[in-house]
């Protein structure tokens, strides 16, 4: 059972200073709960990740007793589903709850699969944390396996992140780092793309099966101090007069154009 | 200024079965005003409806003076932000909010324009706000006119859709119809297409430049009787883990594909 101690800590996991200060992050529901049990240490699994713990209701063990005795090392225990939303962000929970530890990846070894791996994604302070969830999905839906976000890019362990990525999340790699630095590594080796306003049209513009694709927020754009590490801006070519489509859209738009060509 | 019983009216306008009684939708905030004064009584105005009354914020009014001047039939008022957010939705709004008349349009007229128009937007239940509003915006990026949704759709005037639309609920004409019925009219006419999870790859597949595009929600798909319906079964490759895309995702994808083709 969850004690008074463990529902303050784990609502604590909500803010993301307490989530750094104890390496942990929360997951919550079913749906997210079934994924985390299907993909933990299969070869999909982000390695960096470890379940630490997990509360779950009677009901959900019976249901997946299977998987549960799979994970033979699991720490795993009973609750009721007041404690559980207690505990969680979730207005109704009959499922559970999980704590995850991440550990910081290497970044020179993610680095390194970079120029192997097809297209790599880079967030530039995405602020929506339903967006983020979506794009992590999208990433997870098109093979893509890591992404790399500006700081202030909305945390990927914020839970509205956590449920909008429904599970994608325990599959594509997210890092958090200066980007400037970061693509300034790739000039000259990859291309690196980026969704702008007046690029090329993406319809017309062969894409490489490896490379980098930047994309900034709706409002804001690609930073312009990033603009001149870009080797080839990209633009969906639009046919009406809505003024702008929002970043999981373009992101969508854009991966599946490169899908499509290589 | 808006009286009690203004504003009382106003905030019914939150509820569908209100908006059906009045023939009345509401708007609000600066950005979907701007959009509201630049696109009503142009060629892109949807022909059934019309602006019934407009109450807007000294700041605002004198921001859009030129605007507010062109529109010489419009019926206009100051309000004050305190009885704005008292009749609206939004937390602050420093600009206004308009009432919008929205007549039944015709739906044999509608249904003639089909054949010449490109591709057409067939929803079937999809019940999030945020979801049809961005698929609105969608349409109107891609400059398609119009989008037919079931009756267990969610209702377009609903505020949360106005709010995702960002004014492209002004440009794409959106009615509600029994889809049965409606897509039989088609049949051998122009090709229906659906996105469903095992059809023909959409990277493969060429798409006519007319034809319509029916879309089901990510957790039912389309509904089983609608499926005799259509001749081509679209699916988005997958080459990940992720197990679906949401509605509007697909959407994105799939009219970005008949563009791309046509």
Known sequence: MLSKNQIKKIRGLQLKKNRQAEGLFLVEGAKILEELLATANTEDWVGTYQIDKLWITEQFASKNKRQLDALSTLAWELADEQSLIQAGTLQSNNAGIATIRFLKPSLSKSTQLIEKEGLTLVLDDLKDPGNLGTIIRLADWYGIKQLFCSPETVDCFNPKVVAASMGSLFR????????????????????????????????????????????GSESHGVNPDLLPLVDVPLTIPRFGKAESLNAAIATAILIDNWRKGV
């Open 172 to 215: 594509v790699q997210i890092q958090y780092c200066d980007l400037s630095n970061f693509l300034a590594q790739y000039k000259n080796k990859i291309p690196i793309y980026a969704a702008v306003l007046k690029g090329q049209n993406v319809h017309h513009t062969p894409m490489a099966a490896q490379g980098l694709l930047l994309i």
